[in-house]
């Protein structure tokens, strides 16, 4: 049996601070992927699993991200579609949260978005992440705020 992750550090005031950073995500190692059906148009769907290093300005979002995504290709638009789950780990707490990806040709360089909740000592916190694919490595700017994600409008 694999041994249980080691118990989260309790709060301090600073983790409880709403904050800006930059930073940096590598490009992914990918664990494990495929690609689906061609459908003439599209590569219709693919599964992902993948691991990054995010080095910010906020040491609440340096650690480990491991991503699991689904995709779909356009060729003849050149555009690559994703979205998924991510888990950040760092050394004192983590985040879950969801993620979306649009990249593809040169004139799209790709920008993924995330949005993390927080756990242990970041509980109560979110996590507003906004990747540019554009150099190696991955530029990032985030946010992190107190509270719950704001609720969408209604439709009328």
Request: hydrophobic share 35%; net charge negative.
């Amino acid at each position: 049996a694999e041994d249980p992750p080691p118990p989260m550090r309790a709060a301090t005031a600073a983790d409880r601070e709403p904050g800006v950073a930059t930073g940096t995500i590598s490009f992914p190692t990918v664990l494990a992927g495929g690609t689906r059906e061609w459908d003439g148009t599209r590569v219709n769907g693919g599964s992902a699993y993948e691991e990054h290093t995010i080095e910010s300005s906020d040491p609440r979002l340096t650690g480990t991200l491991l991503s699991v995504s689904d995709y779909l290709s356009y060729e003849k638009l050149g555009i690559y579609l994703a979205a998924g789950e991510s888990v950040l780990d760092t050394s004192d707490g983590r985040w879950l949260g969801d993620f979306t990806f649009i990249g593809g040709s040169d004139d799209l360089q790709g920008t993924a978005s995330l949005i993390l909740q927080g756990e242990g000592p970041y509980e109560g916190l979110v996590a507003y992440l906004v990747g540019d694919f554009a150099a190696a490595p991955i530029s990032f700017t985030a946010a992190i705020v107190e509270g719950d994600l704001p609720a969408p409008p209604e439709a009328e």
